[in-house]
C-alpha cells in the first residue's frame, strides 16, 4: 500500500504440529453484505513464509460488519504430503469498533485448530 | 404456574435437546461444547449438522439440536446415515452469549471436516469463550 499505515485486520497461520509457521497458505476475506445476505470477496492473498499476510484491508475499507477470513487449509497439507481433517477453515467474527485493531492467528495441525482475538 | 403445567414445560424443553435415539447403538460423530471463558459445559447451545452435497454443491441439513447441561449433544447421526463425504458442524455462538446476557466475538462457529472413513469414531469438541475456540479431533 502506498501509505503506511498497516492493516487494522492481520492474522498470522502457525502449523503447530511441525513447529513452523503455516507459509504459502491461500486465505481470503469475505464481508456480509447484509442486505443480500450474501459474502463479498474482499481480498485474497496468500500468507509469507512467516506466515502472515500483510495487507488484508485498509482503514477505510474496514467498516463495521460480519466479516470472514477462509483458509485453504486442505490444500496447504496436501502440499506438504498429507492430508488434513479440515478442508478449509472459516472463522467467521463481528466487527463492532472499526477504530481497534484485530488480530486473528489460526494455530493449526491435520486433526486441530484454534483461534482468538490477539493483538 | 401450577406444577402440572411446569412438568409439561420441562418435558417440552428437553424434547429440543439432543435425546439419545431409541436404538442403543450411539451415533459416530459426538461433540462437546466447553465454555472456557467461565469453566462450565455449554448448555443449551443450538447447532446443526449439514452433509455436502458435492453435485449442486450445496448443504444438506441432517439434524438440528442443542447441548444439554453437560454440553452434549447425543443422537447425532445414525451408523447408518454417516457415509463418508464432507460434513459441516455450525455452533450458534453469538447467540448462545446473548443468553448469558454477552457479546460473542464469533456470532458463529462452523466445523468443516472430512470423513473418509466412516466405520471410525469422531468426536468433535469446541471450546469457546467470547473471544476464542479451538477444536480439534477427539476420542
Not at chain 1, 486442505?74 to 467467521?92: D, R
Request: hydrophobic share 35%; proline share 5%; with cysteine.
Amino acid at each position: 500500500m502506498t501509505s503506511k499505515t498497516f492493516s487494522p485486520l492481520t492474522t498470522h497461520v502457525l502449523n503447530t504440529a511441525d513447529g513452523v509457521p503455516g507459509a504459502h497458505m491461500a486465505l481470503s476475506l469475505h464481508r456480509l453484505d447484509p442486505h443480500m445476505v450474501l459474502w463479498n470477496l474482499l481480498t485474497i492473498g496468500t500468507t509469507d513464509k512467516d506466515g502472515r499476510c500483510s495487507e488484508l484491508i485498509t482503514r477505510e475499507a474496514f467498516t463495521a460488519g460480519m466479516y470472514k477470513i477462509r483458509f485453504e487449509t486442505g490444500q496447504y497439507w496436501e502440499t506438504l504430503g498429507q492430508t488434513c481433517f479440515y478442508p478449509y477453515v472459516e472463522i467467521v467474527f463481528t466487527i463492532i469498533d472499526q477504530d481497534q485493531t484485530f488480530h486473528l492467528p489460526l494455530l493449526l495441525s491435520r486433526f486441530s485448530y484454534s483461534t482468538y482475538r490477539g493483538s | 404456574m401450577s406444577v402440572r403445567l411446569q412438568h409439561i414445560k420441562h418435558h417440552i424443553f428437553a424434547a429440543n435437546q439432543c435425546a439419545e435415539m431409541t436404538t442403543p447403538l450411539l451415533s459416530p460423530l459426538t461433540t462437546h461444547v466447553l465454555n472456557t471463558g467461565r469453566g462450565i459445559p455449554a448448555a443449551n447451545m443450538n447447532l446443526s449438522l449439514y452433509l455436502l452435497d458435492a453435485t449442486s454443491p450445496s448443504w444438506n441439513l441432517l439434524r438440528t439440536g442443542a447441548t444439554n447441561d453437560d454440553g452434549r449433544c447425543p443422537g447425532l447421526i445414525t451408523r447408518e446415515a454417516f457415509i463418508p463425504g464432507v460434513y459441516k458442524m455450525r455452533f450458534e455462538t453469538g447467540q448462545y452469549w446473548e443468553a448469558l446476557g454477552e457479546t460473542c466475538f464469533y456470532p458463529h462457529v462452523e466445523i468443516v471436516f472430512t470423513i473418509i472413513d466412516a466405520s471410525q469414531k469422531f468426536h468433535i469438541p469446541l471450546l469457546l469463550s467470547r473471544f476464542s475456540y479451538s477444536t480439534y479431533r477427539g476420542s
